[in-house]
């Protein structure tokens, strides 16, 4: 069981900038492909970007650019730097991990953040 813990959510004006951290407690994060994924009210979760083991990133197109994710393997965290932020951000951010390999154990959701952008 892995427990994820999101943090840094809160209420930011349009054109701003906040910085997401998901805690993964367990010994073993580091072999966890590690998800940002955000549901906006009435919308389906989609996701948003993704982190490796070996730190290789991916991201939706509609955040490329503009949001970034990182990792720290020695503090088991993994962060996502939302820069520009537009109402259309606003949702709730959920971190996600999954075992690397197939059929590994996963996945697992954090509770979430709250992202709010006004406009």
């Known amino acids: 069981q892995v427990e994820l813990v999101e943090s840094g959510g809160g209420l930011v004006q349009s054109g701003g900038s906040l910085k997401l951290s998901c805690a993964g407690y367990?010994?073993?994060?580091?072999?966890?492909?590690i998800a940002w994924y955000r549901q906006a009210p009435g919308k389906q979760r989609e996701l948003v970007a993704t982190?490796?083991?070996?730190?290789?990133?991916n991201y939706a197109d509609s955040v490329k650019g503009r949001f970034t994710i990182s990792r720290d393997h020695a503090r088991n965290t993994v962060s996502l730097q939302m820069n520009t932020l537009k109402p259309e951000h606003t949702a709730v951010y959920y971190c996600?991990?999954?075992?690397?390999?197939?059929?590994?154990?996963?996945?697992?959701w954090g509770p979430g953040t709250q992202v709010t952008v006004s406009s």
């Open positions: 982190v490796t083991p070996g730190i290789s990133t």
């Open positions: 367990t010994s073993i994060f580091s072999v966890y492909v």
């Open positions: 996600h991990a999954q075992h690397y390999s197939t059929g590994g154990p996963g996945p697992y």
